[in-house]
Nanobody, 125 residues
Framework: QVPLVESGGGWVQPGGSLRLSCTAS????????KAWFRQVPGKERQRQFV??????????QYDYSVKGRFTISRDNAKNTVDLEMNDLKLEDTAVYYCAARPGYYGPSDIDYDIWGQGTQVTVST
């Protein structure tokens, strides 16, 4: 297992920005594809895909709802994967989770077998 710890959540007004970070303590971090998912209020049984990044960081995928506003990136030397969120909207309010799987990155939550504990992001006036 590769423990994942998310940080950077909080409260922000619409149009604001936040940067989430996910840290892993495993030395083979670079062998794992990474992704961010979120659970929105009232839909706690669904994990909505946000963004994913390949092992090297060269390839990324985004959900259409965040494309152009969010940016996923990783630093394999520091064992971190970040999610830069700009122009936040009310509907971005959710608990955000980092996920990992060896050699895979993509939008399907059931394909990930390692998850963090989540960090709350609240967008409100």
């Amino acid at each position: 297992q590769v423990p994942l710890v998310e940080s950077g959540g909080g409260w922000v007004q619409p149009g604001g920005s936040l940067r989430l970070s996910c840290t892993a303590s495993e030395h083979s971090f670079s062998e794992y594809g990474k992704a961010w998912f979120r659970q929105v209020p009232g839909k706690e049984r669904q994990r909505q895909f946000v963004a994913a990044i390949s092992r090297s960081g060269r390839d990324t995928q985004y959900d259409y709802s965040v494309k152009g506003r969010f940016t996923i990136s990783r630093d394999n030397a520091k064992n971190t994967v970040d999610l830069e969120m700009n122009d936040l909207k009310l509907e971005d309010t959710a608990v955000y989770y980092c996920a990992a799987r060896p050699g895979y990155y993509g939008p399907s939550d059931i394909d990930y077998d390692i998850w963090g504990q989540g960090t709350q992001v609240t967008v409100s006036t």
